[in-house]
């Protein structure tokens, strides 16, 4: 083998040397890019089965929706209006149930409340998106005179009437708060009262917009 075949034969090796190292280095970015390309494949197939599993639960959440729907209309229905638990109105509204059960009312003011319950007890109530509550409470406590009959009588009409009203609590004190057992056996009391209720504010999100 002379020089010059020797040279050519060097070349040649040094040309498929090269060929070489680009098929490794293509191949190689192949490889990596296969690898991303499968890694977002199987991202995608995670969220398409996550989006599959919510698209199987539209149809109860749906149901839920109109549930809770029909929950808050029942009680909207015997809600007070927003101007029947004002100050003056509600006080009206508490005077003229002690008149029909022949109390006298000697004070009334509002209590100051957090609306963190429903007028349904034990049943949670749909809060609106922006973490406004849909019911707004409202709580007054009074302070009347009379007859522990009379007080039972008033009870029963603040349970029974037309606009969700709730006794919270109540107290009874003798008229002269003294040692005197005879004051003690008065039939007229001091009665202390706290009523609360309910108004609503906000329409939750109605069921068809959700199909």
């Known amino acids: 083998m002379n020089m010059d075949e ?17 098929e490794m280095v293509v191949g190689w970015n192949l490889s990596s890019k296969n690898s991303e390309t499968r ?5 995608l ?35 007070p209006r927003e101007d029947e638990v004002l100050r003056d109105a509600f006080v009206d509204t508490i005077t003229q149930l002690c008149k029909e059960s022949g109390l006298v009312v000697t004070g009334a003011e ?19 998106g922006n973490g406004n509550r849909p019911f707004q409470r409202h709580k007054y406590r009074f302070e009347m005179l009379g007859e522990f009959s009379q007080f039972h009588r ?15 609590s109540f107290d009874l004190f003798p008229i002269d ?3 005197d057992l ?9 009665f202390t009262i706290e009523i609360s209720t309910y108004v609503y504010k906000e329409k939750s999100v109605n069921a068809k917009e959700m199909q």
Do not use: M, W
């Not at 890694?39 to 991202?43: D, G, K, N, V, Y």
């Open 110 to 128: 509002p209590v100051a409340v957090e609306s963190v319950a429903s007028p349904q007890r034990g049943r949670p109530v749909p809060a609106s």
């Open 154 to 168: 008033f009870v029963n009409l603040v349970e029974n009437h037309t606009r969700f009203l709730r006794v919270d």
């Open 39 to 43: 890694s977002t494949l199987e991202q």
């Open 6 to 22: 020797k040279k050519q034969l060097i070349v040649l090796a040094a040309i498929c040397g090269v060929f070489f190292c680009i």
């Open 45 to 79: 197939e995670a969220r398409e089965a996550s989006a599959l599993l919510k698209k199987d639960r539209i149809p109860d959440l749906v149901s839920e929706l109109q549930e809770l729907e029909g929950i808050v209309e029942e009680y909207t229905e015997i809600l």
């Open 182 to 190: 005879s004051a003690a056996s008065q039939p007229k009391k001091n």
């Open 177 to 179: 708060r003294s040692d």
